[in-house]
T-cell receptor
Framework: NAGVMQNPRHLVRRRGQEARLRCSPM?????VYWYRQLPEEGLKFMVY????????ESGMPKERFSAEFPKEGPSILRIQQVVRGDSAAYFC?????????????FGPGTRLLVL | GENVEQHPSTLSVQEGDSAVIKCTYS??????FPWYKQELGKRPQLIID?????GEKKDQRIAVTLNKTAKHFSLHITETQPEDSAVYFC???????????FGGGTRVLVKP
Protein backbone atom coordinates (compact mmCIF):
# COMPACT_ATOMS: atom_id res chain seq x y z
CA ASN A 1 0.00 0.00 0.00
CA ALA A 2 1.76 3.12 -1.22
CA GLY A 3 1.98 6.01 1.18
CA VAL A 4 1.39 9.65 0.43
CA MET A 5 3.25 10.62 -2.74
CA GLN A 6 4.57 14.05 -3.60
CA ASN A 7 6.30 15.33 -6.68
CA PRO A 8 8.58 16.76 -7.53
CA ARG A 9 10.81 16.08 -4.54
CA HIS A 10 12.99 19.06 -5.38
CA LEU A 11 12.01 22.13 -7.37
CA VAL A 12 14.15 25.09 -8.34
CA ARG A 13 12.50 28.23 -9.62
CA ARG A 14 13.67 31.75 -10.40
CA ARG A 15 11.90 34.71 -8.87
CA GLY A 16 8.67 35.47 -10.71
CA GLN A 17 8.11 31.94 -12.01
CA GLU A 18 5.32 29.60 -11.00
CA ALA A 19 5.68 26.52 -8.82
CA ARG A 20 3.23 23.60 -8.94
CA LEU A 21 3.47 20.98 -6.24
CA ARG A 22 1.53 17.72 -6.45
CA CYS A 23 0.24 15.42 -3.76
CA SER A 24 -1.40 12.03 -4.16
CA PRO A 25 -3.02 10.84 -0.93
CA MET A 26 -2.88 7.32 0.39
CA UNK A 27 -5.37 4.91 -1.14
CA UNK A 28 -8.75 5.34 0.47
CA UNK A 29 -7.94 8.81 1.85
CA UNK A 30 -10.07 11.73 0.73
CA UNK A 31 -8.71 14.44 3.04
CA VAL A 32 -5.55 16.34 2.13
CA TYR A 33 -3.61 18.94 4.12
CA TRP A 34 -0.70 21.13 3.09
CA TYR A 35 1.96 22.36 5.51
CA ARG A 36 5.02 24.54 5.02
CA GLN A 37 8.28 24.15 6.90
CA LEU A 38 10.86 26.91 6.80
CA PRO A 39 14.48 25.94 7.56
CA GLU A 40 15.04 25.12 11.23
CA GLU A 41 11.35 25.70 12.04
CA GLY A 42 8.25 23.66 12.72
CA LEU A 43 5.48 22.90 10.28
CA LYS A 44 2.78 25.51 9.69
CA PHE A 45 -0.66 24.59 8.43
CA MET A 46 -1.67 26.09 5.10
CA VAL A 47 -4.85 24.49 3.78
CA TYR A 48 -7.19 21.52 4.24
CA UNK A 49 -9.11 20.08 1.30
CA UNK A 50 -11.51 17.32 0.54
CA UNK A 51 -12.36 16.23 -2.96
CA UNK A 52 -13.34 19.36 -4.92
CA UNK A 53 -13.71 21.43 -1.75
CA UNK A 54 -11.50 23.72 0.29
CA UNK A 55 -12.45 23.18 3.93
CA UNK A 56 -10.00 25.44 5.74
CA GLU A 57 -7.54 27.82 4.08
CA SER A 58 -6.80 29.92 7.14
CA GLY A 59 -3.05 29.33 6.80
CA MET A 60 -2.74 30.27 3.15
CA PRO A 61 -1.15 33.59 2.22
CA LYS A 62 -3.81 35.81 0.68
CA GLU A 63 -1.94 36.36 -2.57
CA ARG A 64 -0.08 34.14 -5.02
CA PHE A 65 -1.00 30.85 -3.31
CA SER A 66 -3.85 28.57 -4.32
CA ALA A 67 -4.74 24.91 -3.80
CA GLU A 68 -7.10 22.45 -5.36
CA PHE A 69 -8.07 18.80 -5.02
CA PRO A 70 -10.02 17.83 -8.12
CA LYS A 71 -12.35 14.88 -8.41
CA GLU A 72 -9.72 13.04 -10.41
CA GLY A 73 -5.99 13.38 -9.92
CA PRO A 74 -3.68 14.73 -7.26
CA SER A 75 -4.03 17.77 -5.07
CA ILE A 76 -2.04 20.72 -6.36
CA LEU A 77 -0.51 23.60 -4.45
CA ARG A 78 0.26 26.43 -6.81
CA ILE A 79 2.52 29.37 -6.05
CA GLN A 80 2.54 32.18 -8.59
CA GLN A 81 5.34 34.71 -9.00
CA VAL A 82 7.57 33.02 -6.46
CA VAL A 83 9.84 35.06 -4.21
CA ARG A 84 12.90 33.99 -2.23
CA GLY A 85 10.84 33.82 0.96
CA ASP A 86 8.81 30.98 -0.56
CA SER A 87 11.86 28.71 -0.32
CA ALA A 88 10.81 25.96 2.08
CA ALA A 89 9.80 22.34 2.36
CA TYR A 90 6.14 21.79 1.52
CA PHE A 91 4.58 18.68 3.01
CA CYS A 92 1.20 17.27 2.31
CA UNK A 93 -0.60 14.83 4.55
CA UNK A 94 -3.71 12.74 4.05
CA UNK A 95 -6.28 11.09 6.26
CA UNK A 96 -9.14 8.69 5.76
CA UNK A 97 -11.63 10.70 7.75
CA UNK A 98 -11.88 13.94 9.65
CA UNK A 99 -12.11 14.51 13.37
CA UNK A 100 -10.62 12.32 16.05
CA UNK A 101 -10.12 9.33 13.79
CA UNK A 102 -8.42 11.37 11.08
CA UNK A 103 -4.81 10.46 11.73
CA UNK A 104 -2.63 12.31 9.25
CA UNK A 105 0.18 10.63 7.34
CA PHE A 106 2.79 12.76 5.65
CA GLY A 107 4.36 12.62 2.23
CA PRO A 108 8.12 13.02 1.65
CA GLY A 109 7.78 16.71 0.90
CA THR A 110 8.78 19.00 -1.95
CA ARG A 111 11.77 21.20 -1.32
CA LEU A 112 11.34 24.44 -3.18
CA LEU A 113 14.33 26.66 -3.79
CA VAL A 114 13.78 30.09 -5.29
CA LEU A 115 16.85 31.66 -6.83
CA GLY B 1 -6.18 29.67 17.97
CA GLU B 2 -4.25 26.92 19.66
CA ASN B 3 -1.01 27.94 21.35
CA VAL B 4 1.43 25.03 21.58
CA GLU B 5 4.79 25.04 23.33
CA GLN B 6 7.40 22.35 23.70
CA HIS B 7 10.16 22.06 26.26
CA PRO B 8 13.04 21.68 26.06
CA SER B 9 13.93 22.92 22.60
CA THR B 10 17.08 20.78 22.56
CA LEU B 11 17.92 17.68 24.54
CA SER B 12 21.19 15.80 24.62
CA VAL B 13 21.27 12.41 26.34
CA GLN B 14 23.70 9.56 26.67
CA GLU B 15 22.77 6.35 24.91
CA GLY B 16 20.70 4.19 27.23
CA ASP B 17 19.34 7.10 29.25
CA SER B 18 15.75 8.35 29.14
CA ALA B 19 14.42 11.43 27.37
CA VAL B 20 11.28 13.35 28.25
CA ILE B 21 9.68 16.11 26.19
CA LYS B 22 6.75 18.15 27.44
CA CYS B 23 4.07 19.81 25.31
CA THR B 24 1.68 22.40 26.70
CA TYR B 25 -1.38 23.63 24.85
CA SER B 26 -4.00 26.27 25.37
CA UNK B 27 -7.22 24.92 23.87
CA UNK B 28 -9.16 22.85 26.40
CA UNK B 29 -11.21 21.43 23.50
CA UNK B 30 -8.19 19.48 22.24
CA UNK B 31 -8.88 15.77 22.30
CA UNK B 32 -6.20 14.10 20.22
CA PHE B 33 -2.50 14.31 21.03
CA PRO B 34 0.04 12.94 18.55
CA TRP B 35 3.81 12.99 18.55
CA TYR B 36 5.75 13.12 15.28
CA LYS B 37 9.41 12.32 14.70
CA GLN B 38 11.29 14.03 11.90
CA GLU B 39 14.77 12.94 10.91
CA LEU B 40 16.95 15.33 8.96
CA GLY B 41 15.58 15.82 5.45
CA LYS B 42 12.73 13.37 6.00
CA ARG B 43 9.00 13.51 6.47
CA PRO B 44 7.32 13.79 9.89
CA GLN B 45 6.33 10.33 11.05
CA LEU B 46 3.67 9.59 13.63
CA ILE B 47 5.29 7.61 16.42
CA ILE B 48 2.59 7.58 19.08
CA ASP B 49 -0.72 9.26 19.84
CA UNK B 50 -3.24 9.39 22.65
CA UNK B 51 -6.86 10.39 22.92
CA UNK B 52 -8.36 12.34 25.77
CA UNK B 53 -10.14 9.40 27.37
CA UNK B 54 -6.79 7.75 28.11
CA GLY B 55 -4.12 8.93 30.55
CA GLU B 56 -1.16 6.95 29.30
CA LYS B 57 -0.15 4.85 26.32
CA LYS B 58 2.97 2.81 25.79
CA ASP B 59 4.56 1.28 22.70
CA GLN B 60 7.84 -0.53 23.41
CA ARG B 61 10.37 2.16 24.40
CA ILE B 62 8.00 5.06 23.76
CA ALA B 63 5.20 6.30 25.99
CA VAL B 64 2.91 9.31 26.10
CA THR B 65 1.21 10.64 29.22
CA LEU B 66 -1.63 13.14 29.24
CA ASN B 67 -2.75 15.60 31.90
CA LYS B 68 -5.88 17.25 30.49
CA THR B 69 -6.51 19.30 33.62
CA ALA B 70 -3.12 20.96 33.35
CA LYS B 71 -3.24 20.93 29.53
CA HIS B 72 0.00 19.19 28.85
CA PHE B 73 1.22 15.85 27.55
CA SER B 74 4.66 14.32 27.48
CA LEU B 75 6.70 11.99 25.32
CA HIS B 76 8.94 9.52 27.15
CA ILE B 77 11.69 7.58 25.40
CA THR B 78 13.48 4.96 27.47
CA GLU B 79 16.79 3.20 26.71
CA THR B 80 17.59 5.77 24.04
CA GLN B 81 19.53 4.70 20.97
CA PRO B 82 21.43 6.78 18.38
CA GLU B 83 18.59 6.27 15.87
CA ASP B 84 16.30 8.17 18.25
CA SER B 85 18.24 11.33 17.31
CA ALA B 86 15.72 13.55 15.47
CA VAL B 87 13.39 16.48 15.96
CA TYR B 88 10.17 15.62 17.77
CA PHE B 89 6.96 17.62 17.34
CA CYS B 90 3.73 17.56 19.29
CA UNK B 91 0.52 18.59 17.49
CA UNK B 92 -2.60 18.65 19.69
CA UNK B 93 -5.81 18.79 17.71
CA UNK B 94 -9.34 19.92 18.47
CA UNK B 95 -12.11 17.40 18.21
CA UNK B 96 -13.99 19.30 15.58
CA UNK B 97 -11.13 20.32 13.33
CA UNK B 98 -8.26 18.81 11.47
CA UNK B 99 -5.71 21.57 11.46
CA UNK B 100 -2.57 20.32 13.18
CA UNK B 101 -0.86 23.07 15.17
CA PHE B 102 2.70 21.96 15.73
CA GLY B 103 4.90 22.86 18.64
CA GLY B 104 8.27 24.39 17.87
CA GLY B 105 10.01 21.03 18.02
CA THR B 106 12.58 19.42 20.31
CA ARG B 107 15.91 18.44 18.83
CA VAL B 108 17.07 15.24 20.53
CA LEU B 109 20.66 14.10 20.24
CA VAL B 110 21.59 10.68 21.59
CA LYS B 111 25.32 10.40 22.15
CA PRO B 112 26.81 6.92 21.77
Amino acid sequence: NAGVMQNPRHLVRRRGQEARLRCSPMKGHSHVYWYRQLPEEGLKFMVYLQKENIIDESGMPKERFSAEFPKEGPSILRIQQVVRGDSAAYFCASSRTSGLEGTQYFGPGTRLLVL
Amino acid sequence: GENVEQHPSTLSVQEGDSAVIKCTYSDSASNYFPWYKQELGKRPQLIIDIRSNVGEKKDQRIAVTLNKTAKHFSLHITETQPEDSAVYFCAPIKAAGNKLTFGGGTRVLVKP
